[in-house]
């Protein structure tokens, strides 16, 4: 690990100021992944910002009955969260899924959304990767890539997301809330926070130069039922093959999400109208214009059944 400078921000404001002023600094809270990337070389950091002092650690009511999840809430009190397990328990379930406990006690809900993707492509620096040295190539397309994207890449990178709550998030229509280091705030939908790779896969959300996640905020509950359903090559401490997030109402309709298969949180709203016809009316349009490789094709027939489970269940719960 290089050698680096480190401060304690005291103000949100202050924070997003020191980073933005130097392009080699970082924000830290819980460190769960950026730790890692420093010892492996993948990120060099000269000065770190830690916001762990900062007031954005709760969980409120909004006005419009939904809920204000701060930055710095931790990954396990968001899941037991009684409010949210009342009324959001997709978003229990996809954390609870998502790391070992010692994980979780120590992420954070913005940290938790910003994770970086762990293709072994990426963490090997002695492999070409286009998110890591833009430029030098993409080993994965040729190489072993069951674990990767079948939608939403390009040529320059076939990566998916980690996180399992950002897909809980995308079904739940989260917003995202920045600020600015002249303190100006931003509200970004969870929609329009993560982008695709295209010919800049390093580009992988809509965040500007320092700025900082404070919170998240979701909207009123929707009712139904939710399922998280993760399918992984392990029961625990495993990444996703294919992950659906679903909201199903009394009367079939309502939405689904997808990790494991794209480069973000994988919706498309149009999907969301075929749920009272089935997995196979489902899967086919969320994964309209799939481009699997040889050896990830099956993650398309594993998105149907994992849905169709998933449906199944919900209509026993309901």
């Known amino acids: 690990m290089k050698p680096f400078t480190y401060e304690r921000a005291t103000s949100p404001a202050q924070a997003a100021a020191a980073v933005a002023r130097n392009r080699q600094a970082k924000f830290i809270a819980g460190g769960t992944n950026l730790l890692d990337l420093m010892k492996s070389g993948i990120e060099e950091p000269t000065h770190l910002v830690d916001v762990n002092g900062l007031d954005l650690d709760e969980i409120t009511e909004t006005p419009e009955g939904g809920l204000r999840i701060g930055a710095l809430v931790r990954n396990t009190d968001l899941a037991a969260d009684e409010r949210v397990r009342r009324d959001y328990g997709l978003l229990s379930r996809a954390l609870l899924a998502g790391a070992s406990g010692q994980l979780r006690n120590k992420a954070t809900t913005a940290g938790n959304l910003l994770q970086r993707t762990r293709c072994p492509y990426f963490y090997d620096t002695a492999q070409p990767c286009n998110k890591r040295l833009p ?26 997301h980690p996180s399992d709550m950002a897909v809980a998030m995308r079904a739940l229509d989260a917003t995202v809330e920045t600020m600015h280091g002249d303190g100006t705030t931003r509200r970004i939908p969870i929609a329009d926070f993560y982008t695709l790779p295209g010919k800049t896969p390093q580009v992988e959300n809509a965040l500007k130069p320092g700025e900082l996640i404070v919170a998240v905020t979701l909207p009123k509950p929707a009712g139904g039922v939710h399922i998280y359903h993760k399918v992984r090559d ?3 401490y495993a990444f996703a093959l294919v992950s659906v997030a679903a909201i199903v109402q009394k009367d079939g309709t309502g939405v689904v999400a997808l990790g494991g298969v794209a480069p973000r949180p994988w919706r498309v ?5 075929a749920m009272p016809q089935g997995a196979q009316a489902v899967t086919t349009k969320l994964l309209a214009g799939a481009k699997p490789t040889a050896m990830n094709a099956a993650k398309i027939p594993l998105v149907e059944r994992t849905l169709g489970s998933v449906l199944l269940q919900a209509r026993a719960s309901a």
């Open 135 to 160: 430029g030098s190539g993409c080993a994965a397309i040729d190489g072993f890539s069951r674990s990767h994207a079948v939608i939403g890449a390009s040529q320059a990178c076939i990566a998916v």
């Open 234 to 236: 392990r029961a625990s």
């Open 269 to 273: 709203e149009a999907a969301d109208t």
